[in-house]
């Protein structure tokens, strides 16, 4: 079915059934990401690029059934530069925003408040990734390993429902008690269409993709996260073995913390998170995953919104995938480690600057490559209407 068609029945839809009882509030942004990076030792190749993402967004938030309810509509330009596949060579992606040329519909989905506020319902082309294995600290981060964890990242034909392709998806979050939430969500597995990927498409002959977590979201305390998720149906196996494939499945756990606060202002000072993860290593390269980083909000006088920050990511190969390319002649190595210094700078209330420095150990965690630098810079240019 048509994604554009299929959103369209499903909001008409809802907006039968729902019975309008507070002024609808309206929400439009834009925001333009800009950023170039360089390679200046190591890798595939010493290279400059210059890549950028636009994001469109319409929020329509109101009340229906007597809960808070809310539509969304999230369109994505990216250009055509890509960086890690054809400059470094990295697996974990320098760039969270690396993208072949994309113009599509991103997500659009309507969410249902119920329970008095204690839970809600979302369906529609979702990202799965702003609703599980996210961690508020690591989104200063530009390596992709800190907005969602390889080990999870690299699952599915097409990849799972995150950046830069979405599937139609339902999700129930629920809080249990005040500090602990439940979130379940159930994806199709096959994001668009892998044949032509700039196509939005919706089949449900895939299998599915779900995910659940729960979390510990007390106020002013350290945020923790479970979660889990699996494939209803068989991904190839690494190699070979009497049947033709395993279910692909997986699990995660982060806390994210604040470390020190400064006296008299709650939003400044030193926060740290730690994530790891695990993934079937009969169907994933990338078989366990350590991310940690540090963030401190404010650190020079007169700043105080400035985010300083130290990360690293360590992706390590699963022994069947090290197996494989042992038994294909080929080289291969224990991990892929990935060290990045960030400091983003407001400049005005639209304006956003971000210097960002990586050095990757062993790309692509095959031995093959030196160590590589990345030198970056991005900016930031939102407008709300």
């Known amino acids: 079915m048509n994604t554009y ?3 369209a029945i499903m909001a008409g839809a809802c907006l039968c059934l729902t019975n309008a009882q507070a002024v609808p509030a309206w929400a439009v942004e834009a925001v333009y990401s800009g950023e170039v990076l360089r390679n200046v030792d190591g890798g595939l190749r010493r290279a400059t690029r210059y890549m950028d993402n636009l994001d469109l ?8 059934f007597g809960e808070d309810a809310e539509i969304f509509v999230y ?7 890509t960086f890690s596949d054809t400059v470094v060579g990295d697996l974990q992606t320098v760039s969270n925003i690396d993208n072949a040329q994309n113009f599509r519909l991103y997500e659009a989905w309507y969410r249902q408040g119920f329970g008095n506020g204690n839970g809600s319902l979302k369906l529609g082309l979702i990202d799965l990734n702003a609703e599980f294995d996210a961690i508020d600290t690591g989104s200063l981060f530009l390596n992709s390993s800190h907005g969602i964890g390889p080990d999870f990242s690299q699952s599915g034909e097409n990849g799972p429902s995150i950046f830069p392709v979405t599937s139609l998806a339902m999700r129930v979050d629920y809080a249990l008690t005040d500090a602990w939430r439940v979130r379940v969500g159930i994806f199709d597995a096959v994001p668009g269409d892998p044949d032509h990927p700039a196509r939005n498409a919706i ?6 993709l779900w995910v659940a977590e729960i979390n510990r979201v007390g106020s002013g305390g350290p945020r923790l996260g479970l979660g889990a998720w699996g494939y209803t ?8 073995l009497p049947d033709a494939g395993d279910r692909n499945h997986g699990a995660y756990a982060f806390v994210d913390a604040p470390l020190r606060r400064e006296i008299g202002d709650d939003t ?3 926060n740290g998170y730690l ?6 290593e009969r169907v994933n390269q990338t078989g366990r995953y350590l991310g940690a980083g540090l963030v401190y909000t404010g650190l020079l006088p007169g700043r105080d919104a400035d985010q300083l920050g130290l990360a690293v990511a360590l992706a390590f190969n699963g022994d069947n995938f090290k197996r494989t390319r ?3 002649g080929l080289p291969v190595d224990r991990a892929e480690v990935n060290l990045e210094l960030s400091y983003r700078v407001p400049i005005t209330d639209w304006l956003t600057v971000q210097p960002d420095v990586q050095y990757i150990i062993n790309p692509g965690a095959l031995g093959e490559l030196n160590n590589a630098l990345v030198l970056g810079l991005r900016f930031e240019v939102a407008r709300v209407f």
């Open 275 to 280: 994530r790891v993860g695990a993934a079937r």
């Open 203 to 208: 089949s449900l002959d895939d299998g599915a």
């Open 57 to 64: 967004t319409a929020d329509y938030r109101t009340q229906w």
């Open 268 to 270: 400044q000072g030193l």
């Open 233 to 240: 149906v068989a991904s190839e196996r690494l190699f070979a």
């Open 75 to 81: 369109g994505l330009y990216n250009n055509a530069a």
């Open 5 to 7: 068609k299929a959103m």
């Open 326 to 328: 042992r038994n294909e």
